[in-house]
């Protein structure tokens, strides 16, 4: 019998928990807005009407974490959930990359949407600034929380058998198909944009998030960040300009940062810290 109290070492999550990481995720959120699209009067008079803020929508958004918690309970305990959930004291990063999140994510989106006429700020909704505020708060529990998987569990795995830039280009193909679903609901803003350049979005996004990713040894705290500046209520919608934009940025990240974006040295593979190597 296993000792129940064998340390973290022998608790690591294993690669091949990621095809089972992958697809507790897609279940979980293609069933809960599934049904809005297979038997949307039914769901609607079950469940009421889908919004950014019915339940099931924050449990499709939550699968990912879901699933990430899941595994690493099962795998690591409670002593490796305790674990897992400290890299999000990981705060020391680069400067460059802080700079980057803060000014130059709001920047490629100011820009994007001046290409296309727009404003530099999203309008203020007619409840006024306290109701932006309200919404940039309700964001940070939705988009940043999906990183408890895609870069708590996703990412380290896949880093253990292909180059970062890599396991960036699959997590992002992933993430964008996962999106899916949400291009079918009408009361989302997925609706109104073209599915192709999105997913190339989300590739980029996961490509650029990478270097950021590892440069903080396996940090969930800075990429958090990065996902809460992209869904920021306040930066307007720069939709397709800024994918371009952030296309051509990525390039550079990729090009300036080759020795360790195009190989595996130096790159984070522990989904639990000290937890060891897994197969």
Do not use: C
Request: charged content about 10%.
């Amino acid at each position: 019998m296993a000792d129940i109290a064998a340390p973290i070492r022998s608790r690591q999550v294993p690669s091949h928990a990621l095809v089972g990481f992958f697809v507790l995720t897609f279940v979980i959120s293609w069933t809960a807005i599934g049904i809005y699209i297979i038997a949307p009067e039914w769901a609607t008079s079950s469940f009421g009407a889908i919004s950014g803020t019915h339940p099931f929508f924050f449990l499709a958004t939550w699968a990912p974490a879901i699933s990430a918690f899941t595994l690493v309970l099962f795998y690591g305990g409670l002593a490796g959930l305790k674990a897992f959930l400290s890299r999000l004291s990981i705060w020391r990063g680069s400067a460059i990359w802080a700079a980057f999140i803060l000014i130059g994510i709001p920047f490629v989106y100011m820009i994007g949407s001046l290409m296309k006429g727009g404003p530099l700020v999203a309008p203020l909704p007619p409840e006024g600034a306290g109701a932006a505020v309200a919404v940039l708060f309700v964001m940070l529990f939705l988009g940043p929380f999906e990183e408890f998987g895609w870069r708590g569990v996703a990412q380290p795995i896949l880093q253990r058998h292909v180059a970062p830039f890599w396991a960036g280009v699959i997590i992002g193909t992933v993430w964008g198909v996962w999106h899916i679903p949400a291009f079918f609901l009408a009361s989302t803003v997925f609706a109104d944009w073209n599915f192709f350049p999105f997913l190339l979005g989300n590739i980029t996004l996961a490509v650029l998030v990478t270097p950021i990713f590892n440069a903080a040894r396996g940090s969930l705290l800075w990429p958090m960040l990065f996902h809460w500046q992209l869904i920021n209520p306040f930066w307007p919608d720069a939709q397709p300009y800024d994918t371009w934009i952030l296309v051509g940025v990525a390039a550079v990240v990729v090009w300036w940062n080759r020795a360790s974006m195009l190989h595996r040295d130096g790159a984070v593979t522990e989904v639990i810290p000290g937890g060891g190597t897994a197969g």
